[in-house]
């Protein structure tokens, strides 16, 4: 019954939906404010049945009924109930019903929200937005409907896959996929003022909360995935060039580039060309992430060529929604007026050099990702693109851009005195050059770009400071005034600062982990101690236990640094019954931001233990930079301008202000 | 399984296998120059039968095969490159995790650094073109009229200095 319901529901939504891609369309054509707002009463209803079918499919998990496949597949009567919950979404049926949940409730949220939006561009952005959740309710409807029955229910469930078991699944997609489908509103606002033909700063500001809420979960979902990997997988890895990270990877740079023009144009009116390719670009690769994961493709192309119903369909998505928005753009773009003049040497100059800067990395990781594919396509020909050319590829762009970041809040608008701001970031370069100095003299003998790396680092934390110091005039005014003046700027401000300083830190945490990163491979048995980094490792002892749904051997370390107890770490390995598979489950233990790492191998048959310790110096910087990225973003969030949202435009067209 | 975690997606990619230590003890070479040698090599080459992982990071028993064969071809003497090409002789260029550059793989090799020059080009050709036609701009550029006018206000100003 509940199933039923569920599936009945997303029928219904497919309805609504139907009707929210035509009849505003047709009301803004006729100028009907009622016509245009069914928009907003669609998309309203539209949430609230996709939110229906949602909770049936939790409640089927949440009652381990399987007499209904996706549950029978997916779950387990005695898993954790987090995991059976978390689990609605680690199968791809349940994720595209997360999928599209998500882009209902950002279409109920502009509709609610958005009483301040012109009538006719929330009728279009709203309409655009519901062409988009029309193919995606159709692709669930017909090739991965979730509330499928069984005609002869069996008694027991398969189980969810132990590695997804762990409290990174319940955070890490819904947070991705608020940042993927997030985005689907500045793409939805792109196409509204292509078709409307007129787009303006007062738009830039009311696309910017929307794309700034989708980049902050994106990069907490990227770092959240990232560091559930590192502890998960058991080899201290955290970063892999894989095609689904590339995958969440390409919408991260272009909705990083789209933020950035979002505030050239809402604050100078310019560049209105890349921010609309931006938007469109955003989410087009989001949509190109959810084809490469969904279709199949990546695992063999052939893989792909013998199942190809889920594949070919979103591939038809792709093709029409990408191709069609791009048509869209080449045809209307050059409607658009283009805004506000400046020098190359400006912020907006420097706004531009880094759109391209991080177009051109989002293309490397795009022909990376894409280029072996589509080799083998055409040609048979089979190749890899890994670690080592990304490392080479895509690492040398990040080089001039970290230089050139903390150059440009530092320009003024329209012309700026690139000899002016250099001089203002000489503290930064003298820190910078230091701290090269003293890593380099630390570390003789070895590697000698990681000092110059982070050097890198320190000068574009150096460097957001200085903004700070500049606009609070910090060591030139009274301390009292200099923090009156801090306490009043604008919160967008402190954002920048946040996020600029957040890319230094991350990158010193990546440099430290690769270069610096010890690592002890060997046998143990009881007893035995292994030395890394200054540290001594015991091995206590071994001890099985049970948990609710599998077995585990875990082993128990205790830590001493300099004969002093630092305490106990116990890595384990899990044996899951069901699926007859096993995780390594890693131990960490942190001092500073600096980790030990311990994951476990095969144990011999006389009992000793193929061990793995490592040392990560620095480590957690790697993940504690995306989240100072996410926090400035919140700070520019809440800034006041655009709590209070846009301004009304001078001139309604008289037929809609009724409506208004 | 990295990729299984790598995204949400991912979920759809399954390999379903255990995660485990890559490098064992036993496979490790005394000599810890020709150690680090075996692992450096190892991070640049493909395990076949997994997605996209290093041998250096897989615990399939091809990877562990490859393992030990680099570790043969060094201990016998071999240098980088002719452990690389023995690999390549004998597996193909699948093998590799970096392409080599040949024909084939021109596109992906040159699209990156074109794309920054293309882009940077067209970029500053677009802004030459934009303050050129700025400059012609009859609404930006002063009647003889106005520029008359202003210079007749600039004389008309008393100077900085004569204030002071």
Redesign the interface.
Known sequence: MIAEAGHYALVLALALALIQSTVPILGARWRDPALMNVARSSALAQLLFVAASFAALVTLHVTSDFSVVNVFENSHSLKPMIYKITGVWGNHEGSMLLWVSILALFGGLVAAFGNNLPLSLRAHVLAVQAWIASAFYLFILITSNPFLRIANPPIEGRDLNPVLQDIGLAVHPPMLYLGYVGFSISFSFAVAALIEGRIDAAWARWVRPWTLMAWIFLTLGIAMGSYWAYYELGWGGWWFWDPVENASLMPWLAGTALLHSLVVMEKRNALKVWTILLSILAFSLSLLGTFLVRSGVLTSVHAFATDPTRGVFILLILCIFIGGSLTLYAWRASVLKQGGLFAPISREGALVLNNLFLTTACATVFIGTLYPLALEVVTGEKISVGAPFFNLTFGPLFVPLMVAVPFGPLLAWKRGDLLGAAQRLTAAGVLALVAVAVVWAWTRGGSSLAPLAIGLGVFVIAGALTDLVERTGLFRVPYASAMRRARGLPRSTWGTMFAHAGVGIALIGIVCETTWNSEYIATMKRGDTAVIAGYQLTLDGVLQQQGPNYREMAAQFSVRLDGEPLGIMTPSKRNFTTRGMSTTEAALLTRGVSQLYISLGDTAADGAIAVRIYHKPMVLLIWFGPVLMAFGGMLSLSDRRLRVGAPKPARVPPGLQAAE | ??????????????A???????????E?MSDPVKELRARDLS??L?CMVC????ID?SEAPLARDLRLLVRERIAAGDSDAQVIDFLVARY????????RLES??L???L??PS??AG??LA??LN?RR??AK?QDDPLIKLTPDEEARLQRLIAAEPTPDKLV
């Open positions: 399984m990295k990729h299984i975690i790598a995204g949400a997606f991912a979920i759809a990619v399954l379903g296998s255990s995660a485990a230590c890559a490098v064992q003890p036993d490790i991070r640049e493909r997605q996209n992982q290093s990071d193909g260029e699948f093998v590799l995790l970096k392409p084939h793989t596109l992906l090799w699209l990156p794309t920054l882009g940077g970029l500053w802004t934009r303050t700025a």
